[in-house]
Each structure stands twice: as C-alpha cells, then as structure tokens.
C-alpha cells in the first residue's frame, strides 16, 4: 500500500445474486444484514466514508440546493479546505459539480455528523464552487474531465488526515476504484436473500471504461452472522 495515501476498503451488502439494493432488503434476513451492516462497517474504524452522486440522491433525504449565483464567472483556483479537524467525513465522488447542498455536515443513521468534501474535477463550474465556499463545504479538484484516484486520496490524507477510508457505492464507485488498484480490501456482507430486479450490483462498468480485464480475489476470512447472513473479507489480487 503507498503510505501516501489512506487504507482503502469497500464495505457493501450485497443479495445472493449480488446486488446492492431491492426488494430483498425488505426480507427478515434483509433487515437484520443490514442492521450488521453499521457495526460491521465501523469495525475498520474509519475516518470517512466515501459514497458516489446516485448514493447520496437515493440514501439522503431531499435537500433544496440554494440558487447559485450566475453572475459569478469567476472562482478561486484550487481546492477549498473549510474544515480539516473535523474528525469524520463523508467525501461525496461528484465530478461535475451537481449535488444539492444546503449544509456542509451530514448525519447518517448512528455515524457521527460528518463534514462534507466534495471530490471534483475541473468540470466543475465556478457557479456551484463559490456555493461551495459559502456554504463551507470542503471541496478537491482531482482531475480534468475524470476523477484522479491517486490525487484524491493523496489529499484526504495529507491535508484532512484522514488514513482509513470505507467505499460503499455505487457499483460504478465500486468498480472504478478497484480498475485504480486503490482498494485494499473488499467487505461483503452476503444476505441469505434474493430477487430478480434490475438493481445496480457490486461493481458496474462506466459505459465509457474500455478496461474489462476481470480482477482475482484472495479470501481472508469468512464468518457467519445474524439471520444467516455471511461476511467475507477478500484482498484483491492486482
């Protein structure tokens, strides 16, 4: 692992035919996985969580993005750091600068209020920036068009200190982390349920990825949980 950047794994719940979110989450077994889920997840001790745009869009309640100032053409270059003693964070993967923010802190089920930093790339307008600074949200540039892996973790461990981070999600997430070879370790959490929906899985190709190649998995432990649910730890094989 490059020591310049954070411990990385992913922590997702997955179906019997890996998908991450359904109907199956409404089963007994479902409700009881996820329950696991939380304490599971926070047995890494992470200093963040990171979560992909349709996360945040589907898991946190709607919030009314304050009117963005379209005058303002121009913006500061370079990141912005509003906060970095915060403790917790919850870095949100939004390339071009579209999530509604109204806060620059989020409270999610039993987790502590986690300060927000947005990964951006220069995609981004100065419009939805200079909301960011109002707002005190922090925010990274990390990359041209698409999202520089290397150049995010980087920063959340030099300037935010944070050294271990947890993925969940999306599939896309998911997937683009471990084509980077930035992920340390894959946690799942297997429910002893399934259904037949189209839900996003574990991992999904970006329509534009041109790198298929499969990637292997070494397991380093199995353990069986409540409501028969299981939890795999796998380190990848790159």
Request: net charge negative.
């Amino acid at each position: 692992m490059n020591s310049e950047r954070p411990f990385v794994n992913i922590h997702s719940m997955i179906s019997l035919n890996g998908k991450m979110v359904g109907p199956y989450w409404n089963t007994e077994n479902g409700s009881v996985t996820f329950n696991d889920y939380e304490w599971t997840g926070e047995s890494y001790k992470p200093d963040a969580w990171l979560w992909g745009r349709r996360t945040f869009d589907a898991v946190l309640p709607s919030i009314d993005n304050p009117p963005v100032d379209e005058n303002e053409k121009e913006c500061p270059e370079g990141d912005f750091y509003a906060v970095t003693d915060a403790g917790k964070y919850l870095v949100a993967m939004d390339p071009s600068g579209k999530l509604p923010w109204d806060r620059n802190t989020v409270k999610y089920m039993d987790r502590p209020e986690s300060h927000v930093i947005e990964a951006l790339t220069e995609k981004a307008s100065p419009q939805y920036k200079n909301l960011l600074r109002r707002l005190n949200v922090s925010y990274i540039i990390a990359g041209k068009d698409e999202i520089d892996w290397e150049i995010l973790l980087t920063k959340l461990k030099k300037v935010f200190h944070i050294n271990i981070l947890s993925i969940a999600g999306g599939g896309m997430i998911n997937w683009s982390a471990m084509k980077a070879k930035i992920v340390d370790e894959l946690s799942l959490l297997v429910t002893a349920a399934a259904d037949a929906t189209n839900n996003v899985s574990l991992f999904e190709a970006n329509p534009y990825q041109t790198n298929t190649d499969p990637i292997e998995f070494t397991v380093k432990s199995i353990e069986k949980i409540n409501a028969n649910g299981i939890w795999i730890k796998y380190i990848p094989k790159y």
